[in-house]
């Protein structure tokens, strides 16, 4: 017999807890693990009508009973405990900017005078430690109070711990599934974060399982999508939504980052070229009852940073102003809740 929510048959799982046999007399006991389990009836009756069919000559008796309670489990060790808020930064598609936005946003939240820290969960494409000038860090592991801990990088004042510490680029396509969580799930709870205003999880884009992991290991404040004109109205981003927003999941939504929202070429600062499309994302927003937190324009200076190490932020101050105007409403949405 199978028990019909958890799929699992009554022997293996343990629900059947003891079968006595006496004097023409069955009697068989039922533990369930849950309180008031809503299948115990129906298992119960499923029971006594299989014995009674194969013992028709044994008066049959089937009880239940509560299983005793589970020991304790001891408490999930963590290095997390002083993260007051962790910001996931996601997208439909590739390439749309995440990660420029992610770096960009934290260079804006670190100059309002907040503590950041950028956890790069992006196995298909670590971009940060390239964006923060720590490509081919190598943290070091160190012991504090017993427990093995990992040392973040640290660039800008910004803590970093990114999965491409851990992998060659040419591995990636070997760190998914399993493998990738099971690193992404060290990197959350041992590195050293100390305390943190907010750390910004730049996600791999889509949905999957580093998502699952991330929502599951980590209590996130909110989060934020970033597209590009053209991609906003796409299933991905939708889609993306829709996980973040679902009951079970619960994450607010902050709002949407247009990136690439147009280009303007150095010699005509006044001219707007939209040629990804105008207002997709002021659209879907309304639609969708989400905030536009900004409009990112196409700016040499935005790729020519990130290669360099040094996100536009920091340096370029038409750029830093879109930020520092996104990153103050994003604050407000997480201290405030969404
Ligand atoms: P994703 O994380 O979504 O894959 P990236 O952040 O890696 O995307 O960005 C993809 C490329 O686009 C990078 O070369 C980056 O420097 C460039 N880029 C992103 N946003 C802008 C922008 N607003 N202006 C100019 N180049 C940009």
Redo the contacts with the bound molecule.
């Keep these: 017999m199978i028990h019909p929510e958890s799929g699992s048959n009554i022997v293996e799982s343990g629900i059947v807890d003891a079968v006595t046999a006496d004097d023409g007399k069955i009697t068989l006991s039922l533990a369930f693990s849950k309180a008031r389990d809503p299948f115990a009836t129906k298992i119960k009756q499923q029971a006594q009508s299989i014995l009674e069919g194969e013992f028709p000559s044994h008066r049959i008796t089937v009880v239940i009973r509560e299983a005793a309670p589970r020991a304790p489990q001891p408490e999930k060790r963590t290095t997390t405990g002083g993260i007051a808020h962790v910001i996931a930064v996601a997208?439909g598609k590739?390439?749309?900017?995440?990660?420029?936005?992610t770096a960009n946003l934290a260079v804006a939240l670190r100059d309002r005078g907040f503590r950041v820290g950028i956890l790069d969960a992006?196995i298909y494409?670590p971009?940060q430690p390239k964006m923060f000038g720590v490509e081919g860090y190598v943290p070091d592991a160190v012991e504090r109070d017993g427990e093995t801990l990992i040392v973040p990088a640290e660039s800008m004042g910004i803590k970093l711990m990114s999965i491409g510490f851990f992998i060659q680029p040419t591995d990636a396509l070997m760190w998914r599934g399993a493998m990738a969580t099971n690193a992404l799930k060290q990197m959350i709870h041992q590195t050293e974060w100390g305390t943190i205003d907010f750390l910004l999880a730049d996600l791999p884009?889509g949905t999957g399982d580093v998502h699952l992991s991330i929502i599951s290991e980590l209590k996130l404040s909110a989060a934020v999508i970033?597209s590009t004109p053209q991609q906003v109205a796409v299933a991905d981003v939708v889609r993306g939504v829709e996980m973040f927003r679902h009951q079970q999941v619960g994450v607010p939504v902050a709002g949407i980052v247009e990136?690439?929202a147009w280009f303007t070429p150095e010699e005509l600062p006044d001219n707007r070229y939209y040629i990804f499309g105008r207002g997709g994302a002021r659209r879907y927003a309304e639609e969708n009852g989400i905030e536009l937190l900004g409009e990112?324009?196409?700016?040499?200076s935005?790729?020519e940073c990130?290669?360099n190490g040094r996100p536009a932020s920091a340096i370029d101050e038409r750029v830093a102003e879109h930020y520092r105007a996104i990153a103050d409403k994003v604050v407000e949405k997480v201290v405030k809740g969404c």
């Design positions: 997208s590739g390439g749309v900017g995440k990660s420029t936005v992006d494409g971009s884009p970033v990136n690439m990112i324009p196409i700016v040499q935005i790729m990130s290669d």
